[in-house]
């Protein structure tokens, strides 16, 4: 279908004589049409950021989406405007379906189109606008189409996920013939989930996917309502609920994408669609909830589960999944990807159940005391080498050593103690939780 896409977007470019490019309704790139001109001058850097990078830029989109072409159900010039990065004017022209926008068609203007007529309640038309419009009008069609699909899709997907162990096995049989009815699915073919979250759901499922390699189908999940670990039926005790000890379990939407692999050792594929789906609008910070100390907005991360050809088993890749996006927004050396299996210390704590903080370690806790919780845990990472620690804090030892005492003061725990440093190392990780 994507070739349709493409054929349809030269189509227009011809038309019109001008390059076209099509972007879907959340500015990610779907196709776009040759660029003649050998003057570099022509080239527009928006475009081909948008062209490398497969998706516009937030300023860019506001810049555009204020121009009301949304709303628009005909073309609209949108005039350049070299402080916003748009240094060509451009006619958008809606693509939309039964009334409802699917995305854009923009026609990049080096200057030949300033005259054309887009038609309007005094005037028709120019008759090459008109056949762009047709043909836009086509491309929504298809946009329609593939949402549809991709919403059934999205729908089985979310059952399985959600699914307790006995209901399990019909909705992997349901997910296993809507892949093959819609995609030629191969049964045994490897398979992960990838869990980006935050994630603002709305529209989700009317929205097409992204053209990516491997990405299959997703679906947005509030973090509570993933099925429960290892086919085992846990109702007091929702896998993906935030479990760590700062806080009760969060409930705010996460997106499951349904990724395919080359192979189930290469998780490449997933990587990629991870990486393209942060860059999404959706995948926006969302504040941590309230009445936490020091709450500040959280920063939007993503998480990929162990490969299974299994599709029973992708509910514990979900769990993994949504288990490696929360410790990567806890954990920024985890990247905002980060693998199950490369967690660490991680894998269990985000396993473990909600418990209220250690007494001991709360008061170190505080906001007043972040500058000693940060001393400790870089101690505590760095093996207790205090030379070593001392060097990634950019601090002098005996400035080290006055705040570690400051700690130990202030938890009553001794950090010449094995099991005082393992209480204190585990309070402080599953703190970032």
């Given at each position: 279908?994507?070739?349709?896409?493409?054929?349809?977007?030269?189509?227009?470019?011809?038309?019109?004589?001008?390059?076209?490019?099509?972007?879907?309704?959340?500015?990610?790139?779907?196709?776009?049409?040759?660029?003649?001109?050998?003057?570099?001058?022509?080239?527009?850097?928006?475009?081909?950021r948008?062209?490398l990078?497969?998706?516009?830029?937030?300023?860019?989109?506001?810049?555009?989406?204020?121009?009301?072409?949304?709303?628009?159900?005909?073309?609209?010039?949108?005039?350049?405007?070299?402080?916003?990065?748009?240094?060509?004017g451009?006619?958008?022209?809606?693509?939309?379906?039964?009334?409802?926008?699917?995305?854009?068609?923009?026609?990049?203007?080096?200057?030949?189109?300033?005259?054309?007529?887009?038609?309007?309640?005094?005037?028709?038309?120019?008759?090459?606008?008109?056949q762009?419009?047709?043909?836009?009008?086509?491309?929504?069609?298809?946009?329609?189409?593939?949402?549809r699909?991709?919403?059934?899709?999205?729908?089985?997907?979310?059952?399985?996920?959600?699914?307790?162990?006995?209901?399990?096995?019909a909705?992997?049989?349901?997910?296993?013939?809507?892949?093959?009815?819609?995609l030629?699915?191969?049964?045994?073919?490897?398979?992960?989930?990838?869990?980006?979250?935050p994630?603002?759901?709305?529209?989700?499922?009317?929205?097409?996917?992204?053209?990516?390699?491997?990405?299959?189908?997703?679906c947005?999940?509030?973090?509570?309502?993933?099925?429960?670990?290892?086919?085992?039926?846990r109702?007091?005790?929702?896998?993906?609920?935030?479990?760590?000890?700062?806080?009760?379990?969060?409930?705010?939407?996460?997106?499951?994408?349904?990724?395919?692999?080359?192979q189930?050792?290469?998780?490449?594929?997933?990587h990629?669609?991870?990486?393209?789906?942060?860059?999404?609008?959706?995948?926006?910070?969302?504040?941590?909830?309230?009445?936490?100390?020091?709450?500040?907005?959280?920063?939007?991360?993503?998480?990929?589960?162990?490969?299974?050809r299994?599709?029973?088993?992708?509910?514990?890749?979900?769990?993994q999944?949504?288990?490696?996006?929360?410790?990567?927004?806890?954990?920024?050396?985890?990247?905002?990807?980060?693998?199950?299996?490369?967690?660490?210390?991680?894998?269990?704590?985000?396993?473990l159940?909600?418990?209220?903080?250690?007494?001991?370690?709360?008061?170190?806790?505080?906001?007043?005391?972040?500058?000693?919780?940060?001393?400790?845990?870089?101690?505590?990472?760095?093996?207790?080498?205090?030379?070593?620690?001392?060097?990634?804090?950019?601090?002098?030892?005996?400035?080290?050593?006055?705040?570690?005492?400051?700690?130990?003061?202030?938890?009553?725990?001794?950090?010449?103690?094995?099991?005082?440093?393992?209480?204190?190392?585990?309070?402080?990780?599953?703190?970032?939780?």
């Amino acid at each position: 279908m994507r070739g349709d896409y493409q054929q349809l977007v030269d189509e227009i470019s011809a038309a019109l004589g001008a390059p076209a490019t099509l972007e879907d309704r959340d500015f990610g790139l779907i196709a776009f049409g040759a660029h003649e001109s050998e003057d570099d001058e022509v080239m527009d850097p928006v475009r081909t950021r948008s062209i490398l990078q497969r998706r516009s830029s937030a300023a860019v989109r506001a810049w555009f989406e204020a121009f009301g072409i949304a709303r628009a159900t005909s073309p609209l010039r949108i005039p350049p405007d070299p402080a916003a990065g748009v240094f060509k004017g451009r006619i958008c022209l809606p693509v939309r379906h039964r009334g409802v926008v699917h995305g854009y068609v923009w026609l990049l203007d080096d200057g030949h189109l300033t005259d054309l007529e887009l038609g309007g309640p005094s005037a028709p038309p120019d008759p090459r606008m008109a056949q762009a419009m047709e043909t836009a009008a086509r491309i929504g069609a298809l946009l329609a189409d593939e949402s549809r699909a991709g919403s059934e899709l999205a729908e089985v997907l979310r059952e399985l996920l959600t699914s307790r162990a006995a209901g399990r096995a019909a909705a992997a049989a349901a997910l296993r013939d809507a892949l093959r009815d819609t995609l030629r699915f191969a049964p045994g073919t490897p398979l992960t989930l990838v869990a980006v979250l935050p994630w603002d759901a709305a529209a989700t499922d009317t929205a097409p996917l992204p053209s990516l390699p491997g990405l299959l189908a997703a679906c947005p999940l509030p973090t509570a309502a993933a099925g429960p670990p290892d086919g085992a039926d846990r109702p007091d005790a929702p896998a993906g609920a935030d479990s760590g000890a700062a806080g009760p379990a969060r409930t705010e939407p996460a997106l499951a994408a349904l990724v395919r692999l080359r192979q189930t050792g290469s998780l490449t594929p997933a990587h990629t669609a991870a990486e393209h789906l942060l860059r999404s609008p959706r995948a926006s910070g969302a504040p941590t909830p309230a009445g936490r100390a020091g709450a500040r907005p959280a920063r939007a991360a993503a998480g990929i589960g162990l490969a299974t050809r299994e599709l029973p088993d992708l509910a514990t890749s979900w769990r993994q999944a949504l288990d490696a996006a929360r410790a990567a927004r806890a954990e920024p050396r985890l990247g905002p990807v980060a693998a199950w299996h490369t967690l660490g210390a991680y894998r269990m704590l985000t396993a473990l159940p909600a418990t209220p903080t250690d007494p001991a370690v709360g008061p170190l806790l505080a906001p007043a005391h972040a500058e000693l919780a940060r001393t400790a845990e870089a101690f505590l990472d760095c093996a207790g080498q205090a030379g070593r620690t001392a060097q990634q804090l950019g601090i002098h030892r005996q400035t080290l050593y006055y705040r570690l005492g400051r700690v130990e003061k202030l938890t009553g725990l001794d950090l010449d103690e094995g099991a005082d440093r393992l209480l204190l190392h585990m309070a402080l990780k599953a703190a970032r939780l």
